[in-house]
């Protein structure tokens, strides 16, 4: 019942990874800002759930999470995308250590956490999209875009 994580060039390593080890129990899949290789698949058949998410100031997003979808996938899986609005390629974590960080890859970094500790439960995480303020989806796009600054967290 694992999540993976595959950060910017380590998302399309890992799903080779996962697909060359059918034994690993990965439930989901979460891609921040990876690119992925042309027609990539999860073969994996344990993998159920896969959030793609790019920023909308990072060119690293049109070959991730938008041209990409898992559409021919040889199984299906529940394929999120989101888009968090105005966020560069290195603004969605940051260094805790370091004084004065930069509070929209604060706020990038905890959008991905809450994202990444619901993936593996599609209730909750649709529940949590659809009604949380500051994230809408676009029908014709199919994607979820967010204002990190106006999302609220309940606790």
Known sequence: NMTGIGYSG???PYIQAINENPD???KAVVLVNAPLGYNRKITNPNVNNVIMIGGTNDPLSEQGFMNQGFDNNPRPLNVYKIALNGIGHKQF????GKPN????AVKSAQFTAKISSLANDT??????LR???GVTYNNDLKIFF???SEVRYEN
Not at 101 to 104: E, I, R, T
Not at 123 to 128: A, E, I, W
């Open 10 to 12: 380590g998302g399309d």
């Open 24 to 26: 690993w129990d990965v």
């Open 93 to 96: 974590s940051y260094d805790p």
């Open 101 to 104: 960080p930069d509070p929209v």
């Open 123 to 128: 209730t909750r995480l649709n529940d949590f």
């Open 131 to 133: 009604n949380t303020p």
């Open 146 to 148: 967010v204002n990190v």
